[in-house]
């Protein structure tokens, strides 16, 4: 069974003997294993890149002709408005018209854009339902919901704090009815109580945030109509090579000369402006994201020790919390050694197997 963020939390805790023992407690707690992975992503990507490609790579997108700029994303937004299904009987509230949507969300809590929208009507007395998108999607957690009860496209707002399940799942509305954006606050990562109303703390999202776990483009490249290949390059966009390109016309050629630059992890300069459509591939080397949800999974336990690393990590740090620096220096001793030891591991595995030099075959 795989980690996951509250799995590892529980054993976390367990050894901390309840000095971290409350919900108040909980974010900090996840805050250190999040720490942790982060620290021993640092130390392993320096030995081994190629481990940390993208599960998707090469990642494939189209460029329109006529641009320069464009956001780069792992989940595409949704294409299909909910399904609407019969009120059900429920509640004390009185006849509406209600908007819904719905975004699909990474365990970081990154989101796609809002998918087209249903008007749907609610008779008295009675609640609205919906069913969730019908198959799970690749990178995605699950799914957000988003209402307008006055069937306003401005005042949708999130209706859920966990993200929720896909297949066979129907929403239904809470008794007390959904809110219009703003409402309650919302406490992200945390379950929602049926006592409690439904949160709308959150509007509807601005742009897609899903590619929030790439951390650098190492190649990128397009197939032409002759089957080859054609690499473009990335260079500084403060360059003047990056300058000099941006002063070029392009022409209708897929065989063009382009540069690229990547800022701020997400958007793409291209230069000069595309004369055609492409669709280039590009590979990147891919971060961990911040666990948000509990049911996020903890990355990279499948190599040896990472599991004990993040656990010896995690306590480590919330010892100096409650003010014990010697365990704090024990747990972080043992998470040391942990580290040089997958070190050494990861190293072994990426040791050359071809050893020979053949002379004038290369």
Not at 56 to 63: A, C
Request: proline letters at 7%; a negative charge; hydrophobic letters at 40%.
């Amino acid at each position: 069974m795989a980690d996951t963020l509250g799995s590892m939390r529980a054993e976390v805790l367990n050894w901390m003997r309840r000095d971290y023992a409350t919900d108040t407690d909980i974010p900090l707690v996840n805050a250190a294993i999040n720490d942790a992975i982060e620290d021993i992503w640092n130390s392993m990507i320096q030995v081994q890149l190629a481990r940390f490609f993208g599960l998707d790579s090469p990642v494939s997108f189209t460029l329109a002709a006529g641009l320069e700029r464009t956001q780069l994303v792992l989940i595409p937004d949704p294409t299909l408005a909910p399904l609407s299904i019969p009120n059900t009987p429920g509640g004390n509230l009185p006849a509406r018209s209600y908007l819904i949507g719905y975004t699909y969300v990474t365990e970081s809590g990154a989101e796609t854009m809002l998918s087209p929208t249903t008007t749907g009507l609610v008779a008295l007395n009675n609640l609205a339902q919906f069913n969730a998108p019908s198959s799970a999607i690749p990178n995605a957690i699950g799914w957000n919901a988003y209402v307008s009860v006055t069937n306003t496209p401005g005042l949708m707002a999130l209706q859920n704090q966990q993200p929720l399940p896909f297949g066979m799942f129907t929403l239904t509305e809470p008794l007390t009815g959904w809110q219009d954006w703003p409402g309650a606050q919302q406490q992200a990562g945390t379950a929602q109580p049926t006592s409690q109303a439904t949160p709308a703390a959150q509007g509807v999202p601005s742009e897609n945030t899903t590619a929030d776990n790439i951390a650098w483009i190492t190649h990128m490249e397009v197939r032409t109509s002759d089957t080859l290949l054609r690499s473009w390059n990335q260079y500084d966009i403060d360059s003047e090579l990056f300058r000099r390109y941006g002063r070029e016309l392009s022409s209708a050629s897929e065989y063009q000369t382009y540069v690229w630059d990547l800022i701020n992890g997400n958007r793409l300069e291209v230069r000069p402006s595309t004369g055609m459509q492409f669709t280039p591939r590009y590979f990147y080397i891919a971060r961990p994201r911040r666990l948000r949800y509990d049911q996020g999974n903890i990355p990279y336990t499948q190599i040896s020790g990472v599991h004990q690393f993040v656990v010896n990590s995690a306590i480590a740090m919330l010892k100096l919390g409650v003010e014990e620096y010697l365990a704090s220096q024990a747990w972080d001793g043992k998470a040391a050694a942990i580290r040089a030891q997958i070190i050494a591991g990861l190293t072994q595995e990426s040791w050359s197997k071809n050893t020979r030099i053949t002379p004038h075959l290369f």
